[in-house]
Structures are given as C-alpha cells and as structure tokens.
C-alpha cells in the first residue's frame, strides 16, 4: 500500500532532500508551501511535477488543518520554521510564533484530522545553546541562546507532552548542523563556499565573517534526511541526536574552502564584530550513539568532502563568462 507523507517546509534544504528520498520509496509526496507572490521553489523545480503543493502556513491553523485533510498522511515532516538563527534576533516574535507556536499548530492539525500519522518535529543542536556537558546526547539539558533556540525547546516539549498526553507517535530530531549546496545564502557555511567562488572568479576581493573560533558538528544534509524517514519507521516514536560526533571551527572551514579553489583565506577574510551574535553559542557537538544503536543510522559524508563538494556546486554556478 502506497503511503502519503507531508512535508512542510518542503522547498527548503531538508524538505527537498527529503521528498527525494521518499519519491524513491515510493511515497505519495505532499510538500506545504506558503503563498508568495514569488514563490521559490527551485530547489524542487527538478521533482515539482512528481509532488503535489498545498498552500500553508505554520501562523495559520486552518491552512494546516486543511493540508491534513488533503494529503490524508500516514507520514508527517514538520521542517518548516524561521530557521535563521541571526534572523531570530531580529525577529524574535515572528520566530516564536512559527518556530514554536508553529509546531503546536501541526501537532493540533494532526491531532484532530489524521491522528494515526506518525509525525516528526525537526528540533536543533541550538537547542542546547551554552553547553551544559559535551557531547550533547539526548539527556543534556537545553541552555538556548537565541530567540531560534528557545523557540525549537518550545516546539521539543510541545511534542513530547502531545505524544505522552494523547499517544500519538511523534518524533523529535536533534540536529546538528547539516550543510550542502542547497543550503541557504545566509548560513555561515553557504556564505563562505559562496564568497570563495565570487573571489575566485574575480567578483568580490573579501569576504567579510563573524566568530571564526566557534565550533559545529557539521554532516550532509542528504545523510540526515535517511534518519528523519528512519524515526517514523520505529515501532515507538523518540527523540535522537542526529550528528557526526565531529567538531571543527568556522576557521577550518574557511581554510578548506579557500583551499580547494587555490586561494590563500588569510588574504581575503576579514573579522567584522557586526556578525558576531549578541549571545554566542561556542561549541556544538553531538553523540549519535542512540541514534547508531536503534535506528542503524550513521553519517557517510565526512568533513571534508562536504566542504569540497559545497565549492565545487558554488564554483560551478559561476562557469562562464566574467559578469
């Protein structure tokens, strides 16, 4: 029997990961898009005749209800937020509303018209923000550090109270960070493979950052998208840390990215205080033994591959003449 799954947020990095990976299972794929007056779609654009969209928004309950209705789901994949943490400074209220108050709405929508769905929450590292112990599993207490952080904690214990109050099967994902050349421009790690090709194809002379000493656990995003499917796929629902078990600075970072085009990043990057966070979260690295021991997951994609293959893509965007 064919199943249908739900995907909000499914033209971000994750959500197009993922609808690939549940085509190839043969899912029925439904993809939660918000109504904009352009809307961007192309990390899908390559699958959008083989997905149905539903219009939606995570502020507003009867869109939600009404994508419930439509796309009838055995599966749900809650990934749509404000998922820019130096945004959520900014907009702290907005953040709130549909990164934490969001999720109540989903867990409501499918409480009431799909109750026998399995639904999966992305929450975040950011969660655990001013580290309590190190690594991070899944008994490390959240320390949030940002309006981003606070609101994924929000959303973790919005599912946790719904799966044990009305027993539904509701999974929360602790990701670490997850990168590849569908993440966004405004992500550090985006940020950097972008800037380099612009250096390298002589549009830009620098490239300006904020705090090279903090450290993350960065994977593939490709990679982590399997354990999402993986959860839902369990007898019983749970919470995982998703994760390398690495960690490496924005320096390192930068230093392989700069190398990989032939650039020396000591003459290209400057440290401008104006990135740098009200609250920093320092270092960010997780423990993906539960996740290795239940769900037979573990990343395939080192470090430095995904720095490369994210230069590559960047590198490739800008082939041809100067502009």
């Not at 994508?67 to 907005?94: C, K, M």
């Not at 993350?216 to 499917?229: N, S």
């Not at 573990?298 to 430095?304: A, R, S």
């Not at 591959?305 to 590559?312: K, P, Q, S, W």
Request: proline share 4%; glycine share 8%.
């Amino acid at each position: 029997m064919t199943k249908n799954a739900l995907i909000t947020g499914i033209s971000g990095q994750d959500g197009s990961y993922l609808a690939e990976l549940l085509l190839d299972k043969g899912y029925n794929v439904y993809g939660l898009l918000r109504r904009l007056s352009s809307p961007n779609t192309s990390r899908i654009d390559h699958i959008i005749d083989s997905v149905e969209l539903v219009q939606g928004d995570l502020s507003d309950q009867s869109s939600l209800d009404e994508a419930i209705r439509i796309s009838e789901p055995d599966e749900v994949y809650n990934l749509a937020a404000q998922s820019f943490v130096g945004t959520s400074w900014n907009q702290p209220v907005h953040t709130a509303d549909v990164t934490g108050i969001g999720v109540v709405r989903v867990l409501e929508a499918v409480r009431h018209f799909a109750p026998s769905a399995r639904t999966y929450q992305a929450s975040s590292s950011e969660m655990f923000g001013k580290v309590q112990e190190t690594p991070q599993t899944e008994q490390t207490k959240f320390y949030p550090r940002s309006p981003y952080g606070f609101a994924k904690v929000f959303g973790y214990w919005a599912c946790v109270n719904y799966r044990e109050s009305y027993d539904m099967h509701i999974s929360n994902g602790i990701l670490f960070n997850h990168e590849s050349p569908r993440r966004g421009i405004e992500f550090v790690t985006r940020k950097i493979t972008d800037g380099v090709a612009r250096i390298k194809n002589g549009l830009s002379d620098e490239l300006r950052l904020g705090n090279l000493d903090a450290r993350r656990d960065w994977g593939y995003a490709g990679d982590y998208v399997e354990a999402m499917w993986s959860m839902l796929q369990q007898g019983k629902p749970g919470d995982y840390v998703i994760a390398t078990g690495e960690t490496h600075s924005v320096q390192e970072f930068v230093e392989l990215a700069f190398s990989r085009a032939g650039l020396d990043w000591e003459k290209y990057v400057v440290v401008d205080p104006k990135f740098v966070r009200p609250a920093e979260v320092q270092l960010l690295l997780g423990d993906p033994s539960k996740a290795k021991e239940v769900l037979g997951w573990k990343p395939k994609i080192k470090f430095k591959e995904l720095v490369e293959m994210m230069v590559d893509a960047d590198l490739k965007r800008f082939e041809g003449p100067k502009q």
